[in-house]
């Protein structure tokens, strides 16, 4: 069973500051990763995907890759009230062009 | 920009009843997707179809089951809705991928209700 792993959070940050969201994965051989932003009550929004180890960036956004470590991020700079919401990190799934999500981490960003 | 739409925002159903969620994207994906997302459990997929009258298996499948007549469609049936299944129900779709996933984009969701 393929599993990816988020701490549920809250992760809370002051206005300004950079947000650190994580995640692991248990399958070695998963070649495509995604974070996407979910606010309460509304459906998964996609900020990024990564497919090669190292850092990709995106306006205030950055995704960062480790394969040999199974882990991957999402930095968020100049983190606005805005951008608080659940932050979910999907990973190759077990069936053809499926992903297995994990829980998400609840950002906070306080004024 | 890929739009996918639900047919309903809300519904609320009574045990027992057959229900039809309706899904369509308008971006010529191949891959379609029927998650449900419940607090404390995520996502789960339920089914998903890479073809038209494909349709595969989820980790949830039961007591559900989809059709994909035509490509740019993909619905989902509830047989006979029981109170579990009241829950949010998220539509994705996706173009197919080489090697690689491509992203998939979802629709806003019905959230769905069985008394």
Redesign the interface.
Same mark, same amino acid.
């Given at each position: 069973q393929k599993e990816v792993e988020q701490n549920s959070g809250p992760l809370s940050v002051p206005e300004g500051a950079i947000a650190s969201l994580n995640c692991t994965y248990s399958d070695r051989g998963s070649?495509?990763f995604?974070w996407y932003r979910q606010y309460s009550g &509304?459906?998964?929004? =996609?900020i990024m995907?990564i #497919?090669s180890n190292g850092d990709k960036e995106d306006g205030r956004f950055t995704a960062q890759l480790n394969k040999a470590s199974q882990y991957v991020s999402l930095l968020i700079r100049d983190s606005q009230p805005s951008d608080s919401a659940t932050y =979910?990190c999907?990973v $190759?799934?077990p @069936? #053809?062009? $499926? =992903?297995t999500? @994990? &829980? @998400?981490t609840m950002l906070l960003v306080s004024p | 920009d890929v739009k996918v739409t639900q047919s309903s925002r809300y519904l609320v159903k009574r045990t027992g009843e057959k229900v039809f969620l309706e899904c369509v994207q308008d971006m010529d994906h191949e891959n379609m997707f029927w998650y449900r997302q419940d607090p404390g459990l995520g996502l789960r997929l339920i089914y998903f179809s890479y073809d038209v009258k494909m349709k595969e298996k989820g980790d949830i499948p039961e007591g559900y089951s989809v059709s994909r007549e035509k490509k740019e469609r993909f619905s989902l049936i509830l047989e006979s809705a029981s109170t579990n299944q009241t829950s949010m129900y998220l539509c994705a779709s996706s173009p197919r991928g080489v090697g690689v996933n491509q992203p998939q984009h979802f629709g806003d969701g019905t959230r769905l209700s069985i008394l």
């Open positions: 070649q495509s995604f &509304k459906s998964p929004e =996609l995907f #497919y =979910l999907a $190759t799934g @069936g #053809y062009s $499926t =992903l999500f @994990g &829980k @998400g | -």
